[in-house]
């Protein structure tokens, strides 16, 4: 009987230690490259203003791709190079964003994020902003 359990335990054993060494490590490996921008955590007046941020790449960028999609229940414009709510338009002109925040009417601060990406690659950037409210 201990003999059984003894053959039963090792080879169980074994067969976990091949399901893991088995495993290729790179399909578990999961590198997003960050994006970089020259401006970030901008800060716009209630009144609205643009501002243009430039990412420090020399790949073509993109608000959607293979592994990135804007939500459709926030935007009520998303392409490629456009996106747009309620309080913000983001266009993409080569690697330049242009930020364009609407004016605030409320008293409330609206804190935004816009992600952005390579279309073909696992890369990311964000840009954080806030936009103060009316006094």
């Known amino acids: 009987m201990k003999t059984k359990l003894y053959l039963l335990t090792s080879l169980l ?13 790179k399909n578990h490996i999961n590198v997003v490259e960050e994006l ?9 007046p ?21 592994f990135f999609k804007p939500s459709q229940d926030y935007y009520s414009k998303i392409s490629d190079n456009c996106l747009e709510c309620s ?15 609407y004016p605030n009417d409320t008293a409330e601060t609206r804190d935004g994020m816009l992600f952005f990406g390579k ?17």
């Open 87 to 101: 309080w913000y338009k983001a266009e993409i002109d080569g690697r330049t964003i242009h930020l364009i925040v």
């Open 36 to 44: 970089k921008v020259d401006q970030n955590n901008i800060i716009f």
């Open 46 to 66: 209630s009144e609205g203003a643009t501002a243009d941020v430039h990412v420090v790449s020399d790949a073509e960028i993109a608000f959607q791709g293979k």
């Open 13 to 25: 054993f074994i067969m976990f230690s091949l399901s893991v060494t088995s495993c290729d490590e």
């Open 119 to 135: 279309p073909k690659e696992q890369s990311q950037g964000i840009i954080y902003f806030t936009q103060e409210g009316k006094k």
